[in-house]
Protein backbone atom coordinates (compact mmCIF):
# COMPACT_ATOMS: atom_id res chain seq x y z
CA UNK A 1 0.00 0.00 0.00
CA UNK A 2 1.33 3.43 -0.92
CA UNK A 3 0.02 6.49 0.83
CA UNK A 4 -0.43 10.11 -1.37
CA UNK A 5 2.22 11.50 0.46
CA UNK A 6 4.48 8.61 -0.65
CA UNK A 7 3.52 9.08 -3.97
CA UNK A 8 4.38 12.74 -3.78
CA UNK A 9 7.58 12.21 -2.19
CA UNK A 10 9.03 9.75 -4.84
CA UNK A 11 7.59 11.10 -7.83
CA UNK A 12 9.03 14.37 -6.57
CA UNK A 13 13.01 12.72 -6.65
CA UNK A 14 12.48 12.88 -10.68
CA UNK A 15 13.40 16.22 -10.21
CA UNK A 16 16.89 17.51 -8.92
CA UNK A 17 15.78 20.07 -6.25
CA UNK A 18 13.62 17.07 -4.54
CA UNK A 19 16.52 15.12 -4.93
CA UNK A 20 18.84 17.44 -3.30
CA UNK A 21 16.41 18.50 -0.48
CA UNK A 22 15.71 15.02 0.31
CA UNK A 23 18.98 13.38 -0.53
CA UNK A 24 17.22 10.53 -1.82
CA UNK A 25 17.06 9.12 -5.73
CA UNK A 26 15.23 6.53 -7.21
CA UNK A 27 16.55 2.98 -9.50
CA UNK A 28 13.99 1.08 -11.25
CA UNK A 29 14.54 -2.66 -12.47
CA UNK A 30 15.68 -5.66 -10.52
CA UNK A 31 18.73 -5.51 -12.52
CA UNK A 32 19.49 -1.72 -11.39
CA UNK A 33 18.09 -2.18 -7.96
CA UNK A 34 19.95 -5.56 -6.91
CA UNK A 35 23.65 -3.69 -8.05
CA UNK A 36 22.85 -0.92 -5.82
CA UNK A 37 22.38 -3.39 -2.94
CA UNK A 38 25.20 -5.46 -3.65
CA UNK A 39 27.20 -1.93 -3.70
CA UNK A 40 27.84 0.60 -0.68
CA UNK A 41 24.03 2.76 -1.89
CA UNK A 42 22.08 2.86 1.00
CA UNK A 43 18.02 1.42 0.78
CA UNK A 44 15.59 4.02 2.16
CA UNK A 45 12.26 1.68 0.81
CA UNK A 46 11.85 -0.57 -1.87
CA UNK A 47 8.48 -0.69 -3.46
CA UNK A 48 8.30 -4.25 -5.17
CA UNK A 49 5.22 -6.21 -6.93
CA UNK A 50 7.17 -9.58 -5.73
CA UNK A 51 7.47 -10.95 -2.07
CA UNK A 52 10.86 -11.80 -1.56
CA UNK A 53 13.99 -9.54 -2.21
CA UNK A 54 17.30 -11.07 -1.36
CA UNK A 55 19.50 -8.96 1.05
CA UNK A 56 16.99 -6.57 1.76
CA UNK A 57 15.43 -6.57 5.52
CA UNK A 58 11.38 -7.17 5.15
CA UNK A 59 10.92 -3.78 6.83
CA UNK A 60 11.86 -2.23 4.17
CA UNK A 61 10.10 -3.81 1.71
CA UNK A 62 7.09 -2.41 0.91
CA UNK A 63 4.55 -5.17 -1.26
CA UNK A 64 2.57 -2.77 -4.05
CA UNK A 65 0.44 -3.89 -6.95
CA UNK A 66 1.28 -2.97 -10.69
CA UNK A 67 -1.04 -0.07 -10.30
CA UNK A 68 0.88 1.51 -7.51
CA UNK A 69 3.76 1.10 -8.91
CA UNK A 70 2.67 2.57 -11.92
CA UNK A 71 1.99 5.82 -9.90
CA UNK A 72 5.25 6.13 -8.31
CA UNK A 73 7.50 5.04 -11.40
CA UNK A 74 9.13 6.95 -13.99
CA UNK A 75 9.37 4.40 -16.43
CA UNK A 76 6.47 3.94 -19.35
CA UNK A 77 6.59 0.54 -18.88
CA UNK A 78 7.46 -0.03 -14.95
CA UNK A 79 9.20 -3.02 -14.11
CA UNK A 80 8.51 -4.83 -10.92
CA UNK A 81 10.20 -2.85 -8.39
CA UNK A 82 11.14 0.39 -7.44
CA UNK A 83 14.10 1.40 -5.00
CA UNK A 84 14.71 5.18 -2.65
CA UNK A 85 17.93 5.32 -2.29
CA UNK A 86 19.92 7.27 0.10
CA UNK A 87 22.07 9.55 -2.10
CA UNK A 88 25.93 9.07 -0.96
CA UNK A 89 28.32 11.79 0.15
CA UNK A 90 30.28 12.49 -3.02
CA UNK A 91 33.87 11.43 -3.14
CA UNK A 92 37.16 13.11 -4.18
CA UNK A 93 38.44 12.01 -7.39
CA UNK A 94 42.08 10.53 -7.07
CA UNK A 95 44.32 11.81 -9.57
CA UNK A 96 45.11 8.57 -10.91
CA UNK A 97 45.07 6.54 -14.19
CA UNK A 98 42.57 7.41 -16.72
CA UNK A 99 39.87 9.99 -15.85
CA UNK A 100 36.83 11.02 -18.27
CA UNK A 101 35.56 14.64 -17.84
CA UNK A 102 32.31 15.54 -19.45
CA UNK A 103 32.03 19.19 -20.19
CA UNK A 104 28.04 19.68 -20.33
CA UNK A 105 26.51 16.27 -21.25
CA UNK A 106 23.46 17.26 -20.86
CA UNK A 107 21.83 13.88 -22.24
CA UNK A 108 20.36 11.44 -19.21
CA UNK A 109 20.82 8.80 -22.06
CA UNK A 110 24.59 9.84 -22.75
CA UNK A 111 25.79 10.17 -19.21
CA UNK A 112 24.29 6.85 -18.33
CA UNK A 113 26.23 5.37 -21.63
CA UNK A 114 29.43 6.97 -20.91
CA UNK A 115 29.36 5.66 -16.51
CA UNK A 116 28.64 1.97 -18.04
CA UNK A 117 31.52 2.35 -20.33
CA UNK A 118 33.83 4.01 -17.86
CA UNK A 119 32.84 1.00 -15.92
CA UNK A 120 33.37 -1.65 -18.48
CA UNK A 121 37.09 -0.27 -19.13
CA UNK A 122 37.52 -0.05 -15.26
CA UNK A 123 37.65 3.94 -15.15
CA UNK A 124 37.36 4.81 -11.58
CA UNK A 125 36.32 8.23 -11.56
CA UNK A 126 34.39 10.65 -13.84
CA UNK A 127 34.48 14.53 -13.41
CA UNK A 128 31.48 16.45 -14.89
CA UNK A 129 31.26 19.86 -15.14
CA UNK A 130 28.14 21.72 -12.79
CA UNK A 131 25.96 22.20 -16.17
CA UNK A 132 26.12 18.28 -16.35
CA UNK A 133 23.21 16.39 -16.08
CA UNK A 134 22.23 15.03 -12.56
CA UNK A 135 23.77 11.64 -12.03
CA UNK A 136 20.44 10.85 -10.21
CA UNK A 137 18.32 11.95 -12.90
CA UNK A 138 15.87 8.86 -13.00
CA UNK A 139 16.99 8.41 -16.78
CA UNK A 140 20.67 7.98 -16.28
CA UNK A 141 20.17 5.58 -13.21
CA UNK A 142 18.39 3.15 -15.83
CA UNK A 143 20.73 3.84 -18.58
CA UNK A 144 23.94 2.58 -16.26
CA UNK A 145 22.39 -0.84 -15.70
CA UNK A 146 24.30 -0.96 -12.66
CA UNK A 147 27.51 0.70 -13.62
CA UNK A 148 25.99 3.99 -11.12
CA UNK A 149 27.61 1.46 -8.19
CA UNK A 150 31.17 1.15 -9.65
CA UNK A 151 32.12 4.60 -10.72
CA UNK A 152 33.01 7.53 -8.82
CA UNK A 153 31.24 10.28 -9.97
CA UNK A 154 32.12 14.05 -9.07
CA UNK A 155 30.23 17.55 -9.94
CA UNK A 156 33.22 20.19 -10.12
CA UNK A 157 34.32 23.42 -11.52
CA UNK A 158 35.68 21.76 -14.50
CA UNK A 159 37.77 24.27 -15.66
CA UNK A 160 39.68 25.06 -12.20
CA UNK A 161 39.80 21.10 -12.08
CA UNK A 162 41.54 20.87 -15.76
CA UNK A 163 43.54 24.07 -14.81
CA UNK A 164 44.86 22.61 -11.48
CA UNK A 165 45.46 18.92 -12.77
CA UNK A 166 49.12 17.40 -13.27
CA UNK A 167 48.02 15.26 -15.90
CA UNK A 168 47.91 15.48 -19.60
CA UNK A 169 44.83 16.56 -21.20
CA UNK A 170 42.81 15.01 -24.16
CA UNK A 171 40.05 16.56 -26.16
CA UNK A 172 38.81 15.54 -29.56
CA UNK A 173 38.79 18.00 -31.96
CA UNK A 174 38.77 18.75 -35.74
CA UNK A 175 41.66 19.70 -36.21
CA UNK A 176 43.45 17.47 -33.69
CA UNK A 177 46.42 14.78 -34.50
CA UNK A 178 44.57 11.01 -34.91
CA UNK A 179 44.03 9.05 -32.28
CA UNK A 180 44.71 5.86 -33.91
CA UNK A 181 48.39 7.00 -33.97
CA UNK A 182 49.24 8.57 -31.01
CA UNK A 183 51.01 7.18 -28.43
CA UNK A 184 48.34 7.23 -25.49
CA UNK A 185 49.85 7.24 -22.09
CA UNK A 186 47.77 5.10 -19.42
CA UNK A 187 47.39 8.19 -17.25
CA UNK A 188 45.35 11.32 -18.17
CA UNK A 189 42.11 13.18 -18.43
CA UNK A 190 39.97 12.58 -21.34
CA UNK A 191 37.30 15.49 -21.83
CA UNK A 192 34.05 14.74 -24.01
CA UNK A 193 32.18 17.71 -25.12
CA UNK A 194 28.48 18.90 -24.94
CA UNK A 195 26.41 17.61 -27.27
CA UNK A 196 25.61 20.30 -29.57
CA UNK A 197 28.72 22.85 -29.29
CA UNK A 198 31.52 20.14 -28.01
CA UNK A 199 34.06 21.60 -26.22
CA UNK A 200 33.67 24.24 -24.45
CA UNK A 201 36.45 27.55 -25.50
CA UNK A 202 37.28 27.75 -22.03
CA UNK A 203 38.21 24.14 -21.51
CA UNK A 204 39.42 23.79 -24.93
CA UNK A 205 42.49 26.40 -23.76
CA UNK A 206 43.43 23.96 -21.06
CA UNK A 207 43.47 20.79 -23.32
CA UNK A 208 47.24 19.69 -23.56
CA UNK A 209 46.41 17.08 -26.44
CA UNK A 210 44.33 17.87 -29.24
CA UNK A 211 43.50 14.36 -30.66
CA UNK A 212 40.62 13.41 -33.63
CA UNK A 213 38.73 9.97 -34.52
CA UNK A 214 39.41 10.38 -38.06
CA UNK A 215 36.26 9.55 -40.60
CA UNK A 216 36.23 7.08 -42.93
CA UNK A 217 33.29 7.63 -44.89
CA UNK A 218 33.36 9.13 -48.38
CA UNK A 219 30.97 12.52 -47.47
CA UNK A 220 32.19 15.27 -45.91
CA UNK A 221 28.30 16.03 -44.73
CA UNK A 222 29.10 13.18 -42.11
CA UNK A 223 27.73 15.05 -38.88
CA UNK A 224 29.96 14.79 -36.02
CA UNK A 225 29.87 10.93 -33.96
CA UNK A 226 27.71 10.37 -30.87
CA UNK A 227 29.45 12.05 -27.55
CA UNK A 228 28.48 8.34 -26.11
CA UNK A 229 30.20 6.23 -29.20
CA UNK A 230 32.60 8.34 -29.36
CA UNK A 231 33.30 7.72 -26.04
CA UNK A 232 33.25 4.49 -26.84
CA UNK A 233 36.24 4.76 -29.18
CA UNK A 234 38.48 6.88 -27.30
CA UNK A 235 38.36 4.43 -24.64
CA UNK A 236 39.21 1.52 -26.29
CA UNK A 237 41.88 3.48 -28.09
CA UNK A 238 43.49 4.34 -24.79
CA UNK A 239 43.02 0.77 -23.40
CA UNK A 240 43.82 -1.58 -26.18
CA UNK A 241 47.71 -1.82 -24.98
CA UNK A 242 46.58 -2.86 -21.23
CA UNK A 243 46.24 -6.31 -20.32
CA UNK A 244 42.43 -6.82 -20.76
CA UNK A 245 41.14 -9.33 -18.32
CA UNK B 1 -3.02 24.99 -43.38
CA UNK B 2 -3.33 21.02 -42.75
CA UNK B 3 -6.62 19.26 -42.60
CA UNK B 4 -7.71 16.57 -40.99
CA UNK B 5 -7.34 13.97 -43.45
CA UNK B 6 -3.38 15.24 -43.60
CA UNK B 7 -2.88 14.69 -39.74
CA UNK B 8 -4.18 11.67 -39.54
CA UNK B 9 -1.89 10.63 -42.19
CA UNK B 10 0.76 11.70 -41.06
CA UNK B 11 0.53 11.08 -37.84
CA UNK B 12 -0.85 6.94 -39.28
CA UNK B 13 3.31 7.32 -40.38
CA UNK B 14 4.64 6.82 -37.20
CA UNK B 15 3.41 2.91 -37.50
CA UNK B 16 4.83 0.67 -39.71
CA UNK B 17 1.51 -1.12 -41.07
CA UNK B 18 0.77 2.66 -42.95
CA UNK B 19 4.37 3.40 -43.80
CA UNK B 20 4.18 0.34 -45.62
CA UNK B 21 1.24 0.87 -47.14
CA UNK B 22 1.66 4.27 -48.23
CA UNK B 23 5.52 4.18 -48.71
CA UNK B 24 5.90 7.18 -47.14
CA UNK B 25 8.01 8.14 -43.97
CA UNK B 26 8.31 10.85 -42.16
CA UNK B 27 11.34 13.16 -41.36
CA UNK B 28 12.03 16.04 -38.65
CA UNK B 29 14.30 18.89 -38.11
CA UNK B 30 15.96 21.13 -40.60
CA UNK B 31 19.20 18.99 -40.33
CA UNK B 32 18.19 15.82 -41.28
CA UNK B 33 15.31 16.86 -43.85
CA UNK B 34 18.35 19.22 -45.45
CA UNK B 35 20.37 15.89 -45.57
CA UNK B 36 17.21 13.75 -47.38
CA UNK B 37 16.79 16.33 -50.05
CA UNK B 38 20.69 16.52 -50.42
CA UNK B 39 20.19 13.27 -51.17
CA UNK B 40 17.99 10.51 -53.50
CA UNK B 41 15.09 10.45 -51.04
CA UNK B 42 11.98 12.23 -53.30
CA UNK B 43 9.58 14.94 -51.07
CA UNK B 44 6.28 14.36 -51.21
CA UNK B 45 5.28 17.20 -48.62
CA UNK B 46 7.27 19.59 -46.52
CA UNK B 47 5.61 21.09 -43.75
CA UNK B 48 7.26 23.96 -42.41
CA UNK B 49 6.67 27.09 -39.94
CA UNK B 50 9.38 28.82 -42.17
CA UNK B 51 9.08 30.67 -45.17
CA UNK B 52 12.09 29.71 -47.44
CA UNK B 53 13.53 26.21 -47.59
CA UNK B 54 16.43 25.69 -50.00
CA UNK B 55 16.21 23.16 -52.90
CA UNK B 56 12.52 22.99 -52.44
CA UNK B 57 10.18 23.78 -54.91
CA UNK B 58 7.34 25.61 -53.38
CA UNK B 59 4.26 23.47 -54.73
CA UNK B 60 5.66 20.68 -52.07
CA UNK B 61 5.97 23.44 -49.05
CA UNK B 62 2.89 23.71 -46.85
CA UNK B 63 3.29 26.32 -44.37
CA UNK B 64 1.79 25.63 -41.23
CA UNK B 65 1.76 27.47 -37.11
CA UNK B 66 3.90 25.62 -34.48
CA UNK B 67 0.23 24.68 -33.30
CA UNK B 68 -0.15 22.73 -36.27
CA UNK B 69 3.05 21.51 -36.28
CA UNK B 70 2.74 19.86 -32.84
CA UNK B 71 -0.11 17.87 -33.87
CA UNK B 72 1.66 16.38 -36.77
CA UNK B 73 5.24 15.88 -35.20
CA UNK B 74 6.11 12.29 -33.63
CA UNK B 75 8.62 14.67 -31.13
CA UNK B 76 7.34 15.80 -28.00
CA UNK B 77 9.13 19.24 -28.55
CA UNK B 78 9.00 19.73 -32.39
CA UNK B 79 11.66 21.18 -34.98
CA UNK B 80 10.70 23.56 -37.49
CA UNK B 81 9.54 21.34 -39.91
CA UNK B 82 8.81 18.27 -40.77
CA UNK B 83 9.05 16.41 -44.57
CA UNK B 84 7.00 13.25 -45.85
CA UNK B 85 9.46 11.28 -47.95
CA UNK B 86 8.57 8.62 -50.54
CA UNK B 87 10.20 5.06 -48.81
CA UNK B 88 12.88 4.04 -51.95
CA UNK B 89 13.13 0.96 -53.34
CA UNK B 90 15.42 -1.25 -51.42
CA UNK B 91 18.94 -1.60 -53.07
CA UNK B 92 20.80 -5.25 -53.18
CA UNK B 93 23.44 -5.50 -50.72
CA UNK B 94 26.86 -5.42 -52.35
CA UNK B 95 29.27 -8.40 -50.95
CA UNK B 96 32.28 -6.09 -50.83
CA UNK B 97 34.13 -4.48 -47.83
CA UNK B 98 32.78 -4.49 -44.24
CA UNK B 99 29.22 -4.91 -43.69
CA UNK B 100 27.54 -4.61 -40.33
CA UNK B 101 24.49 -7.08 -39.78
CA UNK B 102 21.94 -6.63 -37.45
CA UNK B 103 20.55 -9.88 -35.46
CA UNK B 104 17.31 -8.49 -34.31
CA UNK B 105 17.86 -4.93 -32.60
CA UNK B 106 14.87 -3.69 -31.73
CA UNK B 107 15.63 -0.34 -29.97
CA UNK B 108 15.27 2.95 -32.91
CA UNK B 109 17.73 4.88 -31.16
CA UNK B 110 20.28 1.80 -31.15
CA UNK B 111 19.83 1.17 -34.67
CA UNK B 112 19.65 4.95 -35.71
CA UNK B 113 23.50 5.35 -33.72
CA UNK B 114 24.50 2.16 -35.76
CA UNK B 115 23.42 3.51 -38.62
CA UNK B 116 25.17 6.77 -38.27
CA UNK B 117 28.52 4.97 -36.79
CA UNK B 118 28.30 3.37 -40.57
CA UNK B 119 28.48 6.15 -41.94
CA UNK B 120 31.28 7.55 -40.03
CA UNK B 121 33.21 4.73 -40.62
CA UNK B 122 32.57 4.48 -44.64
CA UNK B 123 30.34 1.34 -44.21
CA UNK B 124 27.87 1.60 -46.60
CA UNK B 125 25.76 -1.65 -46.47
CA UNK B 126 23.95 -2.57 -43.29
CA UNK B 127 21.73 -5.53 -43.09
CA UNK B 128 18.93 -6.35 -40.87
CA UNK B 129 17.29 -9.29 -39.82
CA UNK B 130 13.31 -9.46 -40.54
CA UNK B 131 12.79 -8.86 -36.63
CA UNK B 132 14.57 -5.71 -36.60
CA UNK B 133 13.44 -2.36 -35.78
CA UNK B 134 12.36 -0.78 -39.22
CA UNK B 135 14.30 1.47 -40.43
CA UNK B 136 11.45 4.32 -41.29
CA UNK B 137 10.21 4.51 -37.47
CA UNK B 138 10.34 8.30 -36.77
CA UNK B 139 13.16 7.95 -33.79
CA UNK B 140 15.00 5.74 -35.91
CA UNK B 141 15.00 8.63 -38.96
CA UNK B 142 16.28 11.25 -36.09
CA UNK B 143 18.52 9.23 -34.20
CA UNK B 144 20.81 9.17 -37.64
CA UNK B 145 20.89 12.69 -38.21
CA UNK B 146 20.68 12.60 -41.67
CA UNK B 147 23.21 9.71 -42.01
CA UNK B 148 20.34 7.67 -43.49
CA UNK B 149 20.70 9.36 -46.46
CA UNK B 150 24.23 7.79 -47.26
CA UNK B 151 24.15 4.05 -46.08
CA UNK B 152 22.07 1.09 -47.75
CA UNK B 153 19.82 -0.59 -45.44
CA UNK B 154 18.62 -3.93 -46.58
CA UNK B 155 15.96 -5.65 -44.39
CA UNK B 156 16.11 -9.90 -45.22
CA UNK B 157 16.51 -13.40 -43.76
CA UNK B 158 19.27 -13.35 -42.11
CA UNK B 159 20.12 -16.69 -41.33
CA UNK B 160 19.98 -17.60 -44.60
CA UNK B 161 22.22 -14.30 -45.56
CA UNK B 162 24.92 -15.55 -43.48
CA UNK B 163 24.62 -19.02 -44.78
CA UNK B 164 25.61 -18.04 -48.06
CA UNK B 165 28.00 -15.21 -47.99
CA UNK B 166 31.66 -15.55 -49.06
CA UNK B 167 33.13 -13.42 -46.53
CA UNK B 168 34.06 -14.12 -43.14
CA UNK B 169 31.39 -13.64 -40.54
CA UNK B 170 32.27 -12.35 -37.22
CA UNK B 171 30.71 -12.06 -34.46
CA UNK B 172 31.39 -10.88 -30.48
CA UNK B 173 30.89 -13.52 -27.75
CA UNK B 174 31.92 -13.96 -23.96
CA UNK B 175 34.40 -16.33 -24.90
CA UNK B 176 35.68 -15.01 -28.25
CA UNK B 177 39.19 -13.92 -29.32
CA UNK B 178 40.60 -10.74 -27.80
CA UNK B 179 39.45 -7.91 -30.65
CA UNK B 180 42.63 -6.17 -29.83
CA UNK B 181 45.17 -9.02 -31.11
CA UNK B 182 43.35 -9.93 -33.91
CA UNK B 183 44.25 -9.40 -37.37
CA UNK B 184 40.92 -7.88 -38.71
CA UNK B 185 40.15 -7.99 -42.19
CA UNK B 186 38.87 -5.10 -44.98
CA UNK B 187 36.08 -7.96 -45.95
CA UNK B 188 33.81 -9.27 -43.53
CA UNK B 189 30.36 -9.21 -42.12
CA UNK B 190 30.15 -8.31 -37.99
CA UNK B 191 27.23 -9.48 -36.76
CA UNK B 192 25.37 -7.22 -33.86
CA UNK B 193 23.02 -9.30 -31.37
CA UNK B 194 19.82 -8.25 -29.95
CA UNK B 195 20.00 -6.20 -27.04
CA UNK B 196 19.22 -8.97 -24.28
CA UNK B 197 19.96 -12.01 -26.09
CA UNK B 198 23.09 -11.13 -28.17
CA UNK B 199 23.52 -13.23 -30.95
CA UNK B 200 20.39 -16.07 -31.75
CA UNK B 201 22.07 -19.38 -31.75
CA UNK B 202 20.78 -20.30 -35.39
CA UNK B 203 23.42 -16.95 -36.13
CA UNK B 204 26.16 -18.02 -34.03
CA UNK B 205 26.63 -21.61 -35.67
CA UNK B 206 27.35 -19.24 -39.01
CA UNK B 207 30.28 -16.78 -37.22
CA UNK B 208 33.26 -18.20 -38.39
CA UNK B 209 35.49 -15.84 -36.24
CA UNK B 210 34.15 -15.17 -32.45
CA UNK B 211 35.81 -12.40 -30.75
CA UNK B 212 35.00 -10.56 -27.52
CA UNK B 213 35.67 -6.84 -26.87
CA UNK B 214 37.81 -7.44 -23.43
CA UNK B 215 36.98 -5.69 -20.13
CA UNK B 216 39.17 -4.15 -18.03
CA UNK B 217 37.08 -3.01 -14.77
CA UNK B 218 37.92 -5.13 -11.92
CA UNK B 219 34.22 -6.45 -10.90
CA UNK B 220 32.84 -9.08 -13.08
CA UNK B 221 29.66 -7.93 -12.64
CA UNK B 222 30.05 -5.38 -15.33
CA UNK B 223 27.13 -5.65 -17.48
CA UNK B 224 27.45 -6.47 -21.44
CA UNK B 225 28.40 -3.15 -23.54
CA UNK B 226 25.25 -2.05 -25.01
CA UNK B 227 24.93 -2.72 -28.88
CA UNK B 228 25.71 0.84 -29.92
CA UNK B 229 29.00 1.17 -28.17
CA UNK B 230 30.02 -2.12 -29.02
CA UNK B 231 29.45 -1.31 -32.48
CA UNK B 232 31.57 2.12 -32.35
CA UNK B 233 34.37 -0.02 -30.40
CA UNK B 234 34.35 -2.55 -33.27
CA UNK B 235 33.86 -0.60 -36.53
CA UNK B 236 36.52 1.76 -34.80
CA UNK B 237 39.31 -1.84 -34.54
CA UNK B 238 38.59 -2.61 -37.37
CA UNK B 239 38.92 0.70 -39.49
CA UNK B 240 42.01 1.79 -37.52
CA UNK B 241 44.36 0.70 -39.77
CA UNK B 242 43.12 1.59 -43.03
CA UNK B 243 43.67 4.99 -44.40
CA UNK B 244 41.64 8.21 -42.61
CA UNK B 245 40.58 11.08 -44.44
Known sequence: MVSKNQIKLITGLQQKKYRKQHKLFIAEGIKVVQELLNSNFE????????????????AKIIPVTDAELKKISALTNPNSCLGVFKMPETKQVTEKGLIVALDDVRDPGNLGTIIRLCDWF???????SEQSVDLYNPKVV??????????????????NYITNTRLPVFGTFMDGENVYTQKLPQEGIIVMGNEANGISDAIAQKVTQKIAIPRFG??????SLNVATATAILLSEFCRNLNGR
Chains 1, 2 share one sequence.
Do not use: H, P, W
Not at 43 to 58: A, D, S, W
Not at 122 to 128: A, D, F, Q
Not at 142 to 159: C, F, H, K, P, W
Open 43 to 58: LQELYTTQTVFQGVTT
Open 122 to 128: GIENLVC
Open 142 to 159: QATMGSIARVNVVYTDLE
Open 218 to 223: KVQETE
